[in-house]
Every structure is written in C-alpha cells, then in structure tokens.
C-alpha cells in the first residue's frame, strides 16, 4: 500500500472521528538558550480522554465498519493503550469489544480497559500469544479483528494529527515521531507529505528496541533483537507483511535513536512541565533534545504520543 491510497481515508477520517476524539493542543516549549533556541512546539496529544493518540485510529477505524460488522462486535490485542482506544470507542459508539491481553500488562491498564466497558480475555505470556489467540478468535467467531497499526483506517485515524497540524502551524520544519508498528508516522508522514512537502518527517527509536528502524535499513521485515526499553508502547515486532514497512520507507525523511538515560531525562523534563509523559513520548522528546543544534533555526513539532507509563516506570519519575 502506498500514501497515495491512505490519503484520502484521512480526509474522511478528519470529518467523522471528533464525536469521539479531542483536537489537542500544540503548545511552544520553553527551552531556554542555546542549543535548544530553536521555535520548538509539542503537540500534546496525551490529553486525549484515553491519554494516548490510539483513540484516533481506533475511533476510525470502527466508524468504517458496515453494520453488520459493528453488529458482530470487535476483537483486539493490546499492551495498554490500543486496547484503551478501542474500549472507550466502542462503548461510545455501541459496539461490544473483546480486548487480549498478555501477562506482561499492568493490572493498571488491565482495569482503566475494563473500565471502559471491554469484555477483557488474559491470554499467554507476551503480546504476541495474546495478538494470536485474538486474531484466532476474530476468525471462528466472525468478528472484526483491529490492528494496533496494520489497517489503513487505523492508519488514516492517526493521520488526524497532521490535519490538525496544518491549521496550528503550517509552516513547520520538522517533526519527531515515536516510532514502533509504524502506524502513526505513516499516518502524519503521509498527510504532511502532500500539505506541507518541505517538512521534515524523523522517526525516534530507543536503542534498545529499534525494530522497524532496523527493518527499513535491511529493507526487509525480520525480527531484529531487542531488549528491555522505558518506551513500553513502541516495544515489540513488526508484523509480516505490514502495509505500514513500505509507507514508512516512503514518507519518513530519516531515523533517530536514542539511549535509555536519554529517554528518562526527556520524560523528567516533561514531567517538570506538568505534563504527563510515558517511555514513547520521552523517545521523542529525547530524539529533538539530540539532534536540537540542527534544527536550531527552524521550526519543530514533538509528538507528545502519551502519557500512560506503568507504575514501575512512573516511579522512575518521582522527584527524590
């Protein structure tokens, strides 16, 4: 799949989802002087109601579905706040939703999804026995599987942020994305590359888990070592065949990586700013905090993608 044919599912994304999701803010980032001096933004899309960018392509992609599809009900696997996403969707727009999860997800996130009303199904060890089993289950019982990134409709919801983008700062230079299954880059990079082609699009991988970054230099899809990383959301694999691998080769100008103590320090200075900031957004705002120099004349979005960290990494954030 090419940018070209998710275009105009974003166009029609942005006229529907906002029953359901927020316009979020883009605030300037008070970085001081020096190398940081730079007219530096950070779209704050923590603040949707789920604490995370997932309602947007979660909400379209359950808006596209025929009736008798959102009559079936849906059925998805999550780590935390896809399934987030898809659970307070669908309890807004009626449709019953059945979320898997593995053994690694936080009680916490376990009952903020049940909260929303989300039958939930504790399945294996790791997210990819729960992704499985639930796609499994979509099959035998007839019902929509969603895709934390592999759909064109979830990819178009999150597309939604660069429209929102155009009208808050048209003229932007560049923009630092968190980077994991691909769906969100591939969704802005696609959008921003028609309205804004002088712009900038830089993917942000931890270290330690830079699968897709690794991917895309291979110019396959293989499953490139990882470990342990702050930025819980982007964490894991690509799945074979995503359409997301050939849109991020098309429309990401280039890829940043950056340690686990870069990543803390990013999310502690977002903390300071009063915001809440999980692994993925830390990924960001440490990727900017990096390669700031650069970009010094111009003008820079962070995505802030969210700001839902588990209790073991929120603590990590405490003042001593």
């Not at 103590?261 to 705002?285: C, F, K, P």
Request: hydrophobic content about 45%; aromatic content about 6%.
């Amino acid at each position: 799949m090419l940018s070209r044919d998710v275009l105009p599912l974003i166009d029609e994304a942005a006229a529907r989802v906002y029953s359901v999701v927020t316009e979020t803010p883009l605030v300037s980032m008070s970085l001081g002087s020096g190398a940081h001096q730079g007219a530096a933004f950070a779209k704050l899309e923590q603040l949707q109601t789920t604490g995370s960018f997932k309602l947007r392509g979660a909400t379209n992609k359950l808006m596209s579905l025929s009736k008798a599809e959102a009559a079936a009900g849906v059925i998805t696997s999550s780590t935390g706040n896809h399934g987030l996403g898809v659970a307070t969707a669908a309890h807004l727009l009626g449709i019953d939703a059945e979320v898997f999860l593995s053994a690694q997800v936080t009680p916490l996130k376990r009952d903020k999804i049940r909260e929303r009303g989300a039958r939930i199904r504790m399945v294996g060890e790791d997210p990819l026995a729960a992704e499985v089993a639930a796609r499994a289950a979509a099959l035998e019982s007839g019902r929509t599987y969603i895709s934390p990134y592999n759909d064109p409709y979830v990819i178009a919801g999150q597309g939604t942020i660069a429209v929102e983008l155009m009208r808050q700062a048209p003229d932007l230079d560049a923009i630092f994305i968190a980077t994991g299954g691909g769906g969100l880059i591939s969704g802005i990079g696609t959008y921003l590359r028609r309205a804004a082609p002088h712009a900038e699009i830089i993917g942000c991988w931890p270290e330690n888990s830079p699968v897709l970054y690794e991917c895309i230099k291979a110019g396959r899809i293989f499953d490139a070592p990882e470990s342990a990383t702050l930025s819980e959301s982007t964490a894991g694999g690509v799945e074979s065949g995503s359409i997301t691998f050939d849109l991020c080769r098309e429309v990401m100008h280039r890829g940043v990586l950056v340690t686990e103590d870069e990543i803390l320090r990013a999310m502690r200075w977002g903390r300071a700013q009063g915001w809440s900031v999980e692994g993925a957004s830390g990924v960001a705002l440490a990727a900017y905090f990096k390669e700031a120099a650069r970009y010094a004349s111009k003008k820079v979005v962070v995505l802030i993608c969210g700001g839902n960290p588990s209790p073991a990494i929120a603590a990590l954030l405490a003042p001593s």
